[in-house]
C-alpha cells in the first residue's frame, strides 16, 4: 500500500456510505477517488442482514456493530490504495474508526450542522441522524448524518466538527489526530472536491449492481 | 370400696366447660368409693421407655427437571464484498488551455453556446477564474450524470460509467474551457454521446449538435478512451467544423484531408493527428484506402448522415465500410421521406439492428435508446419565438393563363407518353410548373414578388435582415435583378465555394447589406445566421426536414429577437399539392418519435408524384422502380 493512488501523482480520497434496502438488508459501498473526482476503486458488499437474535441482542448497538465492525473495515481492507482520508455520510459508519488505519471524517451537508457550530460534542452512533424509518426494537434504520435531529451523548464517543473546504465535517475525538492531518493536506484539494456528490455516485452503483444481480 | 369406673362425660361436666361462654356452674359435690380391685400384671412399657427411640427415614425423589441452557449463536458470517478497479487515465491529469469560460460559474443566456458565431471566444476570458465544480459552488450549478446505455452489458462497464463524476466536473477538473457557457441541455446531449458506440443525434437545427459531437469527442480524445476520430461532413461545412473545432477544442490538432490524391493518402496515414474532417464527396474518390480494414477509427462522425439515407449509394457503402469503433451520426433529419431513411442510418451504427418491415412504433422502440431528439420548444424556453405567416397567393392572371397552359399540354404529353413515361418526365413538368408560380415566363409578373418586395422594403427600413430561399437558382437571379436597390447578397450553387465563407461574413458584418437569396441545396445546412429576423420561403422545397433546415439558419441559439418565416404558397396549383405530401411526412416524423401508430411509409413515392396530376404509374416505371 501507498499513500498515493498508485504511481500517479494525484492522491486519492475514500467515500463510504452504507444504504438499507427494505427486502434485502445493508448494502456498503467504498468509492476511492482520485483528486480530480475519477474513480479509481469502487467496492460494494452483498447484503448484510442482521438476524432476529442480533437486533435482540445487539440492540441499540446494533447499527454502529454492523455499520462500523462489519461492513466498514471490510470494504477499506479491500482496497488497494491508502487514501488520505475517508469520508461518509452516515453516523453509525464512524463507529469503524477503532478498525481502521484511516482518517474517518463524517461529512455534515448544512443542514446536517445545525447547531455544530464551533466544536460540538456528538455521540457516536445509534441516538444521532434522522431515521428515514423509525427505529423499532433494534431494527435497522437509514442513518445519513443530519443535525436537524441533533445526536446525543452515546457511548462515550464524541465528535469535533470543523470545517473542510466548504463542508462541515466531523470527526472522532478519540481520533482527534484526523482533523490535524487532513486539515494539513487538504489545502491544495479544499476548492476541488465536492465532499457530498461522490455519496450518490455510490448509491447509483450500489443499485446498478443490485439490477445487474436479479 | 368399689370405685364406679370413668366416664368422660363426667369429666366435661365437672369442668362445666362444654361451652366457653357458658356460665361457670357450681362443682357439685359427691362422695367416691376408692376401695378398688387392683391387679398388677407385666406389660414390658417401662423397659420400653427405657430403650433409645428408633428414627427411620423414608424418602420420596422429587420428579422436576433440571434447568437447561439454550445457547444462541451469533454468526459472523464473512460480509462478501465485489471490487472494481478503474484505470486512471493519465489524459485527464492534464490542464488545459487558460481561455474562455470555465464550466459551472453560470453564464446569462446570451453567452450561452450556440452555433459557433453568436460571439467572440474572448467573450469568456473576462469572466471568473477556475472554481472546480466539486467545490460548494455559490450558485446552484446544474449536475450531468453519464448514463451507461442498455446494450452495455458488463457490470463492470455500466459501474465504470455509473461512477464518473458529473459532466460539469469532468470538464473542470481537466481545465477544459468553454468559449460559452453550454445550456445544460447540452451537457445532457455530451452524456449522451460519450458512452455510446452507436449514436444519433437528432437535435432540431439550431440547439448545437455541432457543439456536443466535439466536447464528447474532445473527452474521448482527452480521457484516452480514443486516439482516433474521422468527421465527415458535406464539403461546404468543411470550414463551419474548421472554425467551431477551433472554438470548442482549440487544443485539439485537426487535419482537412483535401489536395491531390498522393497528398490525401499521406494525409489518411498520418494517425498522429487525433482528428480528421473528410467530406463526403472526397470520400468517394477515397474509397480504396478503408478497403483492407488497415486504416481504423476509434470514433467516426457523420455530420448531416441524412447524406446516407439510401443504402445502395456508393457514399453509403464506403461509410460503412470505414473500420471503427465507434460510431456517431448527427443530423436533425433522421428521417426525411420515410422510415427507410433511419434504418439505413443504423445500417452505419449497427448494422442489421433495424430493417425496414419494422412497424413505425417498433422501429422508435428499438431506436429510443440510440438516438437523442430534443426540440426548440423543449429546451429552449427562453428561445424567441418562431413566427409562421403562410402567405397564400393568388397566381396573377398572366401567370395562371401560363400555368393552365402549360399544365393541359403537359399533362397531355405525360399521357400520350404511356409506357414510355418516366418518374423524370414528371419532375420536369413539376418544375416547370414551380417556375410560373415564381413568375410568369413571359412577362416577369409574379404575385410572389410583389409581396416579397412589399416585405423586403419593410425589413430593410427596419434595419433588419432576411433570407430568401428558393429551390431555383434562376429564381433567386430574377429576384436579384428585380430588387436591386436592396442589393441582395447571393448564396447559391454558382457562388464558387471559396467565396461564400466572404459574403456570410459581409451578410453578417455589413449593415448596409440587409437581403440575402440563398438556395435550399447550398445554405440549408450548416450556416449560423441567428442575426436573420425574417426568412422568406419564397418556393418550397420537396421535403419538410429541409426546409425546417433553412429556417433555423436564422432560429437557433443566439437569436437576439423573434423569426418570422414567410411561407409562399400559390393557390390550386401544384405547390399547394406538394404541400399536402409534406404535411404528411412531418406526420411520420411524429409517428417514428413519438411512438404513435401511424402507417409506415408517407414519404413521396412514385405513386405520389405521379398522383400529383392524376397519373397511373407505368408498368415499365413500376419494373424501373
Redesign the interface.
Known sequence: MTLMSDQKSLPAIGFLTITRDAEHGLFGGYLVLNALGRPLEFHCTAPVRPSRAQEILYGPTLEPYLYGERIGPTLLEKSRCVPLAVFTDVEPAMAARPFVSTPLLLVLTAERSTGLSGQAELACGVHGGQSLRAASGGTMTDRRADAAHPPRRGHGSVWESFALGGYSVACAATHPQDGQAVRGSWSQFADQIDLDEPFGRIRDAIDEARNSAR | MPVAPHDPSDDQAIGGAASPHAAPAAIPAFSLDLSWDVRCFATGWITALQRDTKVSVTSWPIDAAAPRAVS?R???A?????????P???G??QQGPAQGVPPGTGGSSASRAGGGLSGSPSTGSALAPV??????PAEPVH?T?LQ?PRDIVK?RD???Y?????LE??VS??QLRFPFQPFPYQYQGVAFLYPRYAAILADEMGLGKTMQAITAARLLLRSGEIRSALLICPKPLVSNWKRELALWAPELPVAVIEGDQSRRRWQWQQMHTPLKIANYELLLRDADVFRGKQLHFDLVMLDEAQRIKNRSSTTSQVVRSISRTRSWALTGTPIENSQEDLVAIFDFLMPGYLNSSMRARRIGRAASDYVLRRTKDLVLTDLPPKLYRDAELDLTSEQWEAYRTAEEQGVVHLSDLGEALTIQHVFELVLRLKQICNFDPATGISSKLERLEADLEEVVASGKKAIVFSQLVKSLEVIRQRFERFRPLEYHGKIPSGKRDAIIEQFRDDRSRHVLLMSYGAGSVGLNLQFCGYVFLFDRWWNPAVEDQAINRAHRIGASGPVTVTRMLTLGTIEERIHQVLEEKRQLFHAVFSETECPTNLGLTQQDIFGLFNLQVPAAARRAA
Open positions: 444462541v451469533i454468526s459472523r464473512p460480509v462478501m464484498v465485489r471490487s472494481y478497479t478503474f486512471e487515465l493519465p485527464w491529469n472554481v472546480g465544480v466539486g467545490a460548494r449536475s450524470r451507461p457490470l455500466r459501474l465504470y455509473v461512477l464518473q463524476p458529473p466536473t469532468l477538473a481537466s
